[in-house]
C-alpha cells in the first residue's frame, strides 16, 4: 500500500479519535480483546511460522537465541498469551487522560479560556522482536485517542500481520456498531491502528511530518539516534539507560548493600540497571569493601579504578576473576549484564559531574542519610529519575502505577520517565466567546480591560 | 570563542541554575534592570551605529524599511527603551514556574514518588532584527531557570552585543553578592546567558544535543524548517499562522462581522491575523454579503472562489480593485496583510477538512450560534488554539494572561499555543525511599506489594 495513503489514512483516524469517547475506547478495546481470543490459533500458526524461521538463524548465528525466546507470543502453557489478552483489560480499566482541564481563565465577561488535554494525534512506533507490542501499543494509543502506525521486527513479521489484521477486523466491529447505533454521534475509525513492515517504509514515513506528530523508536540506542537524524518529526527517545548510584560519606551501609545489589542483579538487561558505582573517598576502607563483596558474591565483574582497586587488597586475590582494571570508556557503556564500573570521587559535586557528564538522564540515586546532600543531589543531577536511598530499578511505569508503559524517556522535553497514557497526550487551548475582537481591548477608556480571574472548576 | 566551550558552560550554567532559589533569580533580573539602565547611553551608541549600518542597507535596497524600524531599540522619546527595562520588571513578578508538585504517590511506606517542575536546561533562541529580544528572552531564561544561548540578526549585532555584555556583567555581580553572602547556599552561574553572532556558529551548535536541550526558532517558516533539518535537538517552532475562520450556517452576522474584520484587520502582519475565511452555502446570500462589504470597505483584497463571487456580483463594480479569483494557492498561504482567500463549504465537516489539510494548527474560530458545532468543530479541529465567536487575534501569552511569551508554538508535543515560562520546564522523578530495592516487591507471600496511594499535598 502507498505510504502517504497510509499516513493520510492515520491522520483521518486520529482527526475521528479526537471525537471518540471513553465509552467508544472502551468498546474498541474489548472488541480487540474479543477478536484476538477468538482467532488464538490463527495467531499461533503465524507465530509458529516466525518462529521456525528464526530457529534456522539462530542455527547459522545470525539471531541471538534471547531475541528468538521473544518472540515466542504463546509462552509455557500460553502464560504469554494470556498475559497479553489481560493487558488490553487493564489498559481498558485505566482513566481516559484526555479532556482534563489543566487551566480555566476568565479574559473578560463572556470570554473564557480553557487548556484541555487531547490525544497528540498521529504516532509512530518503530520496535524489535516482540510482536506483543503490536497489540500493546495498539491498546495504548486507542485508549490516548490516538491513531498508529506500527513498524516491528522483520523477524516477528508473520505474527505482527495476523495481529495487525484482527485489530483492524475489530475496530470495524466497532466502527459499524457506532454507526447503527444512535447513542454515539461520532464515527469510530477503522484506520486507528496501521502496520508497516518493509525497513525502506521507515524512511518514508519519517519524511511525512504534516501526518505524523511523534515518533517513538523502541530500541537501540543507533536506533534513537537514526531516527532522530532523519526527520523533523519530534522524537520520543525510548533510549537504553547509564544509571549510577553515588554513595555518600554518610551512607547507610545496609541500604547501600541493597540497593546496589538490587539494582546491579535483579535484571541486569534493563535500562533501569545500575552501570555506575561512584564512591565516596572517605568511606573507601570502612563500607565500600562489603558493598564490592556483596556484588562479588553475586558473581558482577567490578571495573575498579585504582583507588576502589587499593581499597579492595585483601579480596583481590580471591576474587581475581572478577575484578578487571577500569578504563575511561568503561565509565560511558552500558553493560546490560552483570559488570559495573567504579570510580572513586572527592565530594558529592564531582560525583554529580560525572554523572551529568557521562550519565543518560534516565535515572540516578544517591545513598546518603544527610538529607540536605539528599536534596542538593536530587536538584543538580540532570536525570528523569533522581532517587534517595532507592533502588533505580523502581524506573518503570507499572511501578509508579502509570499502569501501562509506551516506554522509559530519556528526553527533556513533552515526556520524561516512564511514559503512560499522559505522554501521548498534549493540549488546545479553548476559547469560549460572545463576538469579541481583540480591539475591543487595550488601553483608553473606550477600550475593555482583561480580567484574567481564574474559574472555578 | 570555541563553540563547544560556549555550550559547555551553558550546560554548566544551566546545572547550577536548577539550583537557584526565586530570591536569586530575582536578584539577577533586578541586577539586570539596574545595569542596564546605567548604561543606557552605552547601547543606544551600539544601536546607533547598527542603525546608521542598516540605513545604508536600506537606501541600496536590500533592507526593509520595517525591518529597518524595528531595530530601533529608543523609539519616539524613549518608550521603548522603558518599554524593554518595564518588561524585566513583569518577569521578575510572575509566578516561579519551578518546583511545583504535579503528583505525589506514595508506593509503598516510605517511598514516596514526587513529580517536581524543573527547567529544561539550556535553551538555543534563533532571532532576527530586534535588539531587546536579547533581554526579554535573558529574563524569561533566568526566570524559568534555564540557561540561554542567543543567537540574534547580524543587522543588529552592535546592539546585541553591548546587551549581552552588560546582561553578563550584572550576573557577575549577583554571583559574586551570592558568594560573599550566607544567605545562598548555591552560586549563581555568570554564563547563564551567552550571545553568538556568526550563522556558521549556529549549524555548530545544532550539532550539540548533548548540551543543548531545546532550539527556540523564531521567525520565518523557513528558518524553523531549516533548524529541523538540521538537528537532532527539540524544536520548539514559532512558525507563522495560517489562521482560519469558519462562518457556519448559524452564525450570529453582527458576531461574523466585528470577529472577521477585528481578526483581519487588527494587525495584519501578525501570526493570529485570519488569512482563510470558510462560509457555509447556506449563509451565501443572506449574511455573506454583509460580511465582504465590512472587509472591503476597510480596504481587504478578497480572494473568492466562484461561488462566494457570484454572491458578490451587485457589488463586484464597486470594489473591482478589492476583488480577485482565488487561486488554489491562496488557501495555502499567509498575506500577512489586508487581503484573504474566501471558500465556500457545504458543511462543517467540509469545513474542518480544509482546515485540517490546509491550516497551520495555530489558531481557528467558528463562528456559530449552535453549541454543538461549536464543540464539534473544537474537537475535530486540530489546533493549538480553537474558538467559538472570539477572534483570532486572542492568540498571545499576554491575552491569556501568561505574562510574557517565549513566542507562539505550533508544535503537537511539549508545549501548543502561547508559551511562557511554563513551557520552558519539564519534570523530574524524586523518589525517596529507605533502603528498598524493586526486586523487594512482587508475586509470594514474602514480596511486599505497592501501595500506590495518592499522597495530600
Redesign the interface.
Known sequence: MDIVQIAKDA?EA???L??ASPEQKSLALKSIKQVLSQHKQEILDANAKDMELALKEVEAGRLSSSLYKRLDINGKNGEKFETMIKGIDEVDLLQDPTGEITLA?K?DDK?S?YRVR?P??VILVIFEARPEVVVNIACLAIKSGNAAILKGGKEASNSNHVLAKLIKQALTNVSEECLANNRFPHEFPRNAVQLVDKREEIHDLLQLDKYI??AIPRGSNSLV?SV??NT?I???GHADGLCSIYLDESC?L??AI??V???KT?YPAACNSVETLLVHSSILESKFPFVAKALLSMNVLLHLDSASKAALKNDIQSYSNLIVDAKDEDYDHEFLGLEIAVKVVSSIDEA?SHI?EHGSKHTDAI?TESESN?E?F???V??????????T????GF???FGAEVGVST????A???VGLEGLT????????????????GLGSEKKQ?K?EDIKL
Not at 382 to 391: C, E, L, P, R, T
Not at 411 to 414: A, F, G, M, V
Not at 427 to 437: A, I, M
Open positions: 491522520r486520529g482527526n475521528l479526537q471525537l481563565r479574559l470570554l479560556l487531547c497528540v494525534g506528530d511523534l539516534k532522530q537524524n523533523r519530534p522524537v520520543l547507610d545496609e541500604k541493597h540497593v545489589v538490587d539494582a535483579d554529580i551529568n545513598i539528599a542538593f536530587m536538584r543538580k540532570d536525570a528523569a529519575g533522581v532517587y534517595w536511598n532507592a533502588s530499578r523502581f524506573a518503570d511501578r509508579y502505577g528526553n527533556k522535553t513533552h520524561r520517565g516512564p498534549i493540549y488546545k487551548y479553548k476559547l469560549y466567546g460572545n463576538g469579541q475582537g481583540a480591539s475591543d481591548f482583561y484574567h
